[in-house]
């Protein structure tokens, strides 16, 4: 596989995130219901209809929109300096990656919220595994060339 197979891979990845996260900033009301029991394995209802739905409908729209950002981005630097072989969008993709992936699942096990950490590693292996691939068949091409 080559280095525009995993940047392809990496750009389709962040673009079905963006849809994601802006759901829960469109649609939150349904997405949320959904991101309850996949990101944090709260059952329906578990959360109570008024004020108290309402800030954590608040809080998953943030999240949302802050995640649709990241992906733009990501894909941003996946179109461009990465598709031109600029080594510097490798190494800052995978530190936002890395940054986010530590962060995120140390304070979900910290709390006691092991689904979430668990379902981080889906997003890990959807953004992690096309740009390892990327760094993989650069290198090897480097090597060659």
């Given at each position: 596989?080559?280095?525009?197979?995993?940047?392809?891979?990496?750009?389709?990845?962040?673009?079905?995130?963006?849809?994601?996260?802006?759901?829960?900033?469109?649609?939150?009301?349904?997405?949320g219901r959904l991101f309850d029991v996949l990101g944090f394995g709260i059952q329906a209802g578990a959360v109570p209809d008024g004020q108290p739905r309402s800030y954590v409908l608040f809080i998953y729209g943030v999240l949302g929109a802050v995640l649709a950002g990241w992906m733009v981005t990501i894909a941003g630097i996946a179109a461009g300096p990465l598709r031109s072989g600029e080594r510097w969008a490798r190494t800052v993709l995978a530190a936002?990656?890395?940054?986010?992936?530590?962060?995120?699942?140390?304070?979900?096990?910290?709390?006691?919220?092991?689904?979430?950490?668990?379902?981080?590693?889906?997003?890990?292996?959807?953004?992690?595994?096309?740009?390892a691939g990327c760094w993989s068949t650069a290198k090897a091409s480097s090597l060659q060339g």
């Open positions: 596989m080559t280095t525009e197979f995993y940047r392809r891979w990496l750009l389709l990845a962040s673009g079905l995130i963006a849809a994601y996260a802006a759901s829960l900033v469109l649609a939150g009301s349904i997405t936002s990656l890395g940054t986010w992936f530590v962060l995120d699942t140390g304070l979900s096990l910290a709390v006691g919220f092991w689904q979430h950490a668990v379902f981080n590693l889906f997003f890990l292996g959807c953004l992690g595994l096309p740009l």
